[in-house]
């Protein structure tokens, strides 16, 4: 099983900063075959890259994702109030699929 | 296009529940669909996917042997049947499409495992 390990596990920023998320795998994943998701309290997760790369139809260009192998990130260029969630990472290049535990980016 | 959980409830430990997710809006048979489950406060969890045509099935090992996935073609319904619940089940759980990610989400049914 491929044990994703998201860094920070909170990042405290104000709006207008960039937030930068790392998912690091415990092996390489398949093809890249790595995704992130945004969830907001009480809501379902909403998927924002897939592919490590590929940006979701809709998702706004200030969301980026980058990486290869087994090291991953997340990029928020200017953090809108409405980024401040927890994001996640799901690798399903290998089976079983797996998420990371989750980085939380809150108001400062 | 969407997808709705239903068939969550309150059950005994060592009981058995089976939920629903029904699917509507888009093409059901072109796409696998998925279970996700989120402890309360607590991260997502795969739980098990299957394909089109419900000849291939994967879940995790932590509910292996007690959950089953399938679907109803004809109904455009994604299934989840549970026994041997524990404590450790209690959880929302989400059905999703599979489309590359999950990109769609319902939201969410609540099981709680507790006597």
């Known amino acids: 099983e491929i044990v994703l390990t998201q860094s920070p596990g909170t990042l405290s920023l104000s709006p207008g900063e960039r937030a930068t998320l790392s998912c690091r795998a415990s092996?390489?994943?398949?093809?890249?075959?790595l995704g992130w998701y945004q969830q907001k309290p009480g809501q379902a997760p909403r998927v924002l890259i897939y592919?490590?790369?590929s940006r979701v139809t809709g998702i706004p260009d200030r969301f980026s994702g980058s990486g290869s192998g087994t090291d991953f990130t997340l990029t928020i260029s200017r953090l809108e109030p409405e980024d401040f969630a927890v994001y996640y990472c799901?690798?399903?290049?290998?089976?079983?699929?797996?998420f990371g535990q989750g980085t939380k980016v809150e108001i400062k | 296009v969407q997808v709705v959980e239903s068939g969550g409830d309150l059950v005994q430990p060592g009981g058995s529940l089976r939920l629903s997710c029904a699917a509507s809006?888009?093409?059901?048979?072109?796409?696998?669909m998925t279970w996700v489950r989120q402890a309360p406060g607590k991260g997502l969890e795969w739980v098990a996917n299957?394909?089109?045509?419900?000849?291939?099935?994967n879940h995790a090992d932590s509910v292996k042997g007690r959950f089953t996935i399938s679907r109803d073609n004809t109904k455009n319904s994604l299934f989840l049947q549970m026994s041997s619940l524990r404590d450790d089940d209690t959880a929302v759980y989400y059905c999703?499409?599979?489309?590359?990610?999950?990109?769609?989400w319902g939201q969410g049914t609540t099981v709680t495992v507790s006597s």
């Open positions: 999703a499409r599979w489309n590359f990610c999950m990109d769609v």
């Open positions: 809006g888009f093409t059901f048979t072109s796409y696998w």
């Open positions: 299957i394909n089109q045509d419900g000849s291939a099935k």
């Open positions: 092996q390489s994943v398949t093809s890249n075959y």
């Open positions: 592919g490590a790369s």
């Open positions: 799901q690798q399903y290049g290998s089976s079983p699929w797996t």
